[in-house]
């Protein structure tokens, strides 16, 4: 058992789920959350002549091939909106590449506190962080580094003081974020968070977003769920027609253990052992079905920057058909269609031509979601209702991580 992070109080490898406490679908997180910093255990710090190690660690981009990838690009011209508790706009890694974005918490932790922005800016570098340093080869780089941020904070992390008043006031934060993205430039949506809670359910104000969001030409990717230890419950807003829906696997390409087995899985990702930037300036290794959808919604960058007149629904399609490391069968439900493979999606969308965007959302699947999304304005109906991932509907899919080495100023 490792020692409690002086910050959480927490022990490595916590997976704990939360339940709504009423009927309504709660917003926002609750105090079982797990967030990507769930726990942790300090290393020692690494030394000047090892600070390389963080990039070391990085086995994510090998396994992803993703130097192949940036003989094409780096995603540049491409926005990836982050929605999650904030994102460390200041972080060395990330400095420059993060936009002004929106809260639609308004409240709770801000920027400097300890419970801000963790899970979001691990996310973020994961995407787009470009290190930092002479020659940009210290701390975390991002499968598109060339890619640009746009937070969005729709939830709270798991010690935030003001979870039980975001419950109360903020179930409609995730749909309206979703559309904000969607009106403010988004090429890409992150979705690390889902419901996979017993009372999950598909949720109308938050389907017709993301519909909403792929016929604008914007695509949604979603973590597919930790609940492979608990059930393979399906998770929200993975599930939902259109989403790339991602699970874990290790560097042997393995899925991991807690990864959610569901028909909605699209294609997998890295998501044991990844290296994550901290606004407290530490790198940590956490793992969770939050870090493989982050991969895949970089991986969608490098394709949309190559490719840009291509709509959701081609990438998803590009993605399933050059994804590696296929299942038996060619596809599960542990693992879609395969491993991830950004390179030979570039590749391969080279053959295409743009379609229309409002494409996407044809085949909706009836017999999940009865006759479809709901128009904009029917989702201001009763407060509470459409609600973000978090609290009793869900978690931020990180589930525990190990402190590794820290540069520049600390908390």
Known sequence: MTPPHPRTGTRARTRTRTRPRTRVRTALTAPAVALL??????????????????????WGLDTLRTEEAWRTTKGEGVTVAVLDTGVDSGHPDLAGSVLPGKDFIGFGAAEGDDHWARH??????????????????????????????????????????????????????????????????????????????????????????????LAKGVSVVASAGNGGEKGDRISYPAAYPGVIAVTAVDRYGTRASFSTRRWYATVSAPGVDIVIADPDRKYYEGWGTSAAAAFVSGAVALVRSAHPGLTPAQVKKLLVDTARDRPEGGR?????????????????????????????T??????????GPVPAAEESGAPGLLAPLAGGLGALLLLAAVALHRTGRGR
């Open 37 to 58: 910093a769930a726990a942790f255990s300090v290393l020692p710090a690494a030394t000047p002549a090892h600070a390389d190690a963080i990039r070391d660690r990085q």
């Open 120 to 213: 979001g800016t691990a996310m973020a570098g994961i995407i787009a962080g470009h290190g930092h340093g002479w020659a940009k080869d210290s701390g975390v780089l991002g499968i598109a580094p060339g890619a640009r941020v746009l937070p969005v904070r729709v939830i709270l992390e798991g010690k935030d003081k003001a979870r039980e008043k975001a419950r109360e006031t903020r179930g409609t934060a995730l749909a309206q974020g979703i559309r904000w993205a969607a009106d403010h430039g988004a090429d890409v949506i992150n979705l690390s968070l889902g419901d996979d809670s017993e009372s999950a359910h598909p949720d109308p104000g938050e389907d017709a977003a993301v519909q909403y969001a």
């Open 332 to 360: 599960s439900d542990a693992k879609g269609y395969g491993t991830v493979d950004p390179a030979a999606a570039i590749e391969a969308g080279a053959a295409l031509k743009g379609g229309d965007p409002k494409n996407a």
């Open 362 to 371: 044809a085949g909706y699947r009836g017999r999940y979601f009865g006759q």
